[in-house]
Structure formats: structure tokens, C-alpha cells
């Protein structure tokens, strides 16, 4: 059975830090990724990593503040949020796709953890 379980979410303050994991499980995943969405918006691309975890790629919207991680055996990706803004705030998703060929479209995974709520707020 394949699940994607995410952890980590929560309230901070603007300027804060947040850690976001999602655990996978079931099978072989190659490219991880990190999606954002608010409500009755359409699903945003945050970040992807590879199989290796040697290739990744991010929104501009998150370059130079947010770093995606692999552990070594491949299964647990993580998602290092620095500098937070209020925009940041949605619910954040772990998705995971049957290609090593990097992708920021959602079509293009194949399976999907259930969300965490991240809200940046003073």
C-alpha cells in the first residue's frame, strides 16, 4: 500500500523557520516533490528532488529560502523553510512520481500525501 505522510507543519511567525517531512512508503519512488495550495486556487509547484537526491529544482517564488533534502535510502524527503512570508501560507503537499526526470506539474505525479498546514502569521 503506497502513502506519503507529511509532518512538520504549523503556525510561525514572518521571518521564521519551518522543517516539513513526508515519509514514503509502499515502493520505489524516484522524484519527490512539494506542492502548495490555497483554497479554490489551483495546486502550485514548491520543489522537486531526484532519485539521488543529486538533482532539484524550486519555484522562484521559494529560491534561496526553502531547501528540499532525500535521506540516503530514498523514502523520507524533507523540506527546510527559512525566511517565511505570509504568501508561504497554505497547505503543503508531498507528491511522488514513477519518473527520475524532474517535473513542477502536477499531472505528472502519480501519487499524493494528504496535506499539512503551514500558516505564517504575527
Known amino acids: 500500500q503506497v502513502q506519503l505522510v507529511e509532518s512538520g507543519g504549523g503556525l510561525v511567525q514572518p521571518g521564521g523557520s519551518l522543517r516539513l517531512s513526508c515519509a514514503a512508503s509502499?515502493?520505489?519512488?524516484?522524484?519527490l516533490g512539494w506542492f502548495r495550495q490555497l483554497p479554490e486556487q489551483e495546486r502550485e509547484f514548491v520543489a522537486a528532488?531526484?532519485?539521488?537526491?543529486?538533482?532539484?529544482t524550486y519555484a522562484d517564488s521559494v529560491k534561496g529560502r526553502f531547501t528540499v533534502s532525500r535521506d540516503n535510502a530514498g523514502y523520507t524527503v524533507a523540506l527546510q523553510m527559512n525566511s517565511l512570508k505570509p504568501e508561504d501560507t497554505a497547505i503543503y503537499y508531498c507528491?511522488?512520481?514513477?519518473?527520475?526526470?524532474?517535473?513542477?506539474?502536477?499531472?505528472?505525479?502519480?501519487?499524493w500525501g494528504v496535506g499539512t498546514q503551514v500558516t505564517v502569521s504575527s
Open positions: 509502499g515502493r520505489t519512488f524516484y522524484t
Open positions: 507528491a511522488a512520481r514513477l519518473s527520475d526526470i524532474l517535473s513542477s506539474e502536477p499531472i505528472w505525479y502519480n501519487y
Open positions: 528532488i531526484s532519485r539521488s537526491g543529486g538533482r532539484t
